[in-house]
């Protein structure tokens, strides 16, 4: 019963899996990197050198603190 309900689920490529996790992991790095960097000019009293629209920010440390909680 079990294997007639797995077949109607696509088959899952590992290769595409990976990547996209490695993907995510490689921009989950550059996130926090960015964050670590705007905490140390905020610390050192530094405005940004370019204004912005708007401020990723908020959701960078989200996004960076969701996927700190997963990994742990």
Same mark, same amino acid.
């Given at each position: 019963? /079990?294997?007639?309900?797995?077949?109607?689920l696509?088959?899952? %490529?590992?290769?595409?899996?990976?990547? +996209?996790?490695?993907?995510?992991? !490689?921009k989950?790095?550059?996130? !926090?990197?960015? /964050?670590?960097?705007? !905490?140390?000019?905020?610390?050192?009293?530094?405005?940004?050198?370019?204004?912005?629209?708007? %401020?990723?920010?908020?959701?960078?440390? /989200? !996004?960076?603190?969701?996927? %700190?909680?997963?990994? +742990?």
């Amino acid at each position: 019963m /079990l294997a007639k309900q797995l077949s109607f689920l696509p088959p899952i %490529d590992e290769k595409e899996v990976r990547n +996209t996790i490695i993907r995510e992991l !490689k921009k989950y790095k550059a996130l !926090k990197v960015q /964050l670590e960097y705007w !905490k140390e000019q905020e610390a050192a009293g530094m405005s940004e050198p370019f204004p912005r629209l708007s %401020d990723p920010h908020p959701y960078n440390e /989200l !996004k960076v603190a969701q996927i %700190d909680r997963a990994l +742990t």
